[in-house]
């Protein structure tokens, strides 16, 4: 019974060990030359300047979850285009429909002037 | 891999027991597109007409197929009496809101064809609710139902109390979706079906009643649709919800999704969890009794409409459920007949309320002081919707309440029926007085007694005739009607609702 959840074990053992083991070796072999840009969260060595009161344009997030939205429809396309052959016609058609509803979404999108910067 | 993959193949598809979901589906699609033509006559009046033509086509696919019994799509559906007389009222309420939101604020400020084809989606979303006999089809249908009421309850995107309601919708909603998730996450651990028929087999086969996993799941699943059907304890968002959204949104919400939730707590529990009867009976009844006795007494004293209302859907869904625990054909005739009683009276109140709180601006009792004088039509239909509600002789709702009140005594639940009468006579208390705020005469003449201020004689009150639109009078008109004739001769009433679990569970 236990030994099926062997490789699970293996796996968190593993992960917790390297994950301690690099943080440690970083400490004790590298270099240490801190800057404010490289202590701050997610630093990437970019000083991170975000004035409060920053604004920038609604029209960002409009876009950004229009691509959410129709890129992972798209994503169901994936798994069907490699296995069409085996699928048949009856998955083409489907398809073609899923296709079909995005078109009239995508029509909506546009004519509704979503895709318009403003 | 390919060789298992080669033996794919797409399901048995009986389109014409299909096709009142494909009407209201493919209604939504069109109306959609319609409602991006640049004519304002067509958006304004073009998509709500497409609208209605879509439940009115629906409604007639669905008389087309009135004696079939269709398994659809690998089990997943079926088309059966209890689902084509769901799906009926689902679109009788809809026309009924299509006509109350014509000349709706909210559709002009979120656009007409994205708040009708969203109401045609809600409808699409009951329909596979009710008529779904696997788990994974019954939560698809209750998201297609819930996500576009969220967005129809916050459409008035320039009133705080809508968008209000449609956060609070959005976040209880989705804490019951979730419990009635888990609920069916566990009911697929204990019996290792999805299937209404296999998960009934497997209860009975391995002997669930009463073991653990399986109350944990009945207990989830039952929190989950309580939410939704709004019933006590898990009813606090109700009264919010429905002051805030748009009236017409309230008139379709309390009557279209009652009748859908109601609908899959019938299949549910009357076929997968059958035999689990004596575990979840006792759940079903406590709630009914607190939801009858939270409603009736939480509508005292309301002194919004809207308000009101919400409390008395919370009462009269506790009504329902008596229909429910006696596990009868009565008990599912009476929850069905009293669906339709209650659809003709909520809509007919609904559209009077329209028609006032476009008139006065309010949607409090007093908005409807001295209606009685000036519009005999609103205030019979209003009048007939509050005694059908209370349930007065020679109305439809005191055939409903008789229909109930049988069925929980031939299922020896006796004392049930006593809570309805309890109930009902606790409501007249909160019915009457909008009855009575109608009838009595003015005191102020010339006074506007909603707002106080002086009204202009005569051009004033036509041009207010105006503002409330000839189509929600025609729907109180009508509804109201049909209280008063189903009430004098309720056997057609019967007829429709006889036989309601015929073809029920085949396939």
Known sequence: MLSTYAPAIVFVVLGTIIGIAFTVLNGVLGTSRPSPAKLDPYESGMASEIKQGFRFGISFYLVAMLFLLFDIEVLFLYPIAVQLRAFGTFALVETIVFIGLLTVALIYVWRRGALTWK | ?507
């Open chain 2, 1 to 507: 891999m390919t060789s298992v993959l080669a033996s794919v193949k797409g399901p048995e598809i009986d389109w014409a027991a299909f096709s009142p979901l494909l009407g209201l589906f493919g209604g939504a699609l069109i109306v959609l597109m319609v409602g991006l033509s640049s004519p304002r006559v067509i958006r304004a009046h073009g998509v709500p007409a497409l609208t209605i033509a879509a439940f009115g086509a629906t409604i007639g696919l669905l008389i087309w197929e009135w004696n079939e019994q269709v398994s659809l799509i690998q089990d997943a559906l079926i088309l059966d009496r209890l689902t084509i007389l769901i799906t009926l009222l689902v679109c009788v309420a809809g026309i009924a809101s299509t006509l109350l939101a014509w000349r709706e604020q909210a559709a002009r400020e979120i656009a007409h064809g994205e708040f009708f084809s969203l109401l045609l989606i809600a409808a699409g979303g009951m329909v596979v609710l009710a008529a779904s006999r696997n788990l994974v089809t019954t939560f698809v249908g209750l998201e297609l139902l819930s996500l576009p009421l969220y967005i129809l309850c916050a459409s008035r995107l320039r009133s705080e109390r809508s968008l209000e309601s449609g956060l609070k919708y959005l976040i209880v909603g989705s804490v019951g979706s979730a419990t009635l998730l888990y609920g069916f996450a566990m009911l697929y651990g204990a019996t290792g079906e999805t299937d209404y028929a296999g998960i009934l087999t497997q209860v009975v086969k391995e002997g669930l009643m009463g073991d653990a996993l399986f109350l944990a799941a009945i207990g989830m699943t039952i929190v989950g649709l309580a939410f939704k059907a709004s019933l006590a304890p898990f009813h606090q968002w109700t009264p919010d919800v429905y002051e805030g959204a748009p009236t017409p949104v309230t008139a379709f919400m309390s009557v279209a999704t009652k009748a859908a939730a109601l609908g899959v707590i019938v299949r549910l529990f009357f076929t997968a969890l059958l035999p689990g009867v004596d575990d979840w009976r006792p759940a079903w009844i406590a709630i009914a009794v607190i939801s009858i006795l939270v409603g009736n007494v939480g509508a005292l004293g309301q002194r919004s409409l809207k308000r009101m209302l919400a409390f008395s859907s919370i009462a009269q869904a506790g009504y329902l459920l008596v229909g429910v625990v006696v596990v009868t054909e009565l008990g599912a005739e009476a929850v069905v007949l009293y669906l339709v009683v209650y659809l003709l009276a909520n809509l007919a109140a609904f559209a009077v309320i329209t028609v006032r709180e476009r008139e006065t601006g309010s949607d409090a009792i007093g908005s409807l002081r001295g209606l009685g004088a000036r519009s005999p039509i609103l205030a019979g239909a209003m009048t007939l919707a509050m005694l059908s509600l209370a349930g007065i002789p020679a109305t439809a709702g005191f055939i409903g309440k008789f229909r109930l009140i049988e069925a929980a005594a031939d299922g020896g639940y006796t004392w049930l029926g006593i809570v309805i009468v309890v109930g009902s006579m606790i409501s007249l208390a909160y019915y009457l007085p909008v009855v009575a705020a109608m009838w009595r005469p003015d005191t102020e003449p010339g006074v506007d007694p909603a707002t106080g201020r002086a009204v202009l004689a005569g051009g004033a009150q036509e041009a207010e005739a105006e503002r409330g639109g000839w189509e929600a009078t025609l729907v109180a008109a009508v509804m109201g009607a049909a209280i008063l004739v189903f009430g004098i001769v309720p056997q057609p009433l019967f007829e429709l609702v006889g036989d309601v679990l015929k073809g029920f569970g085949t396939g």
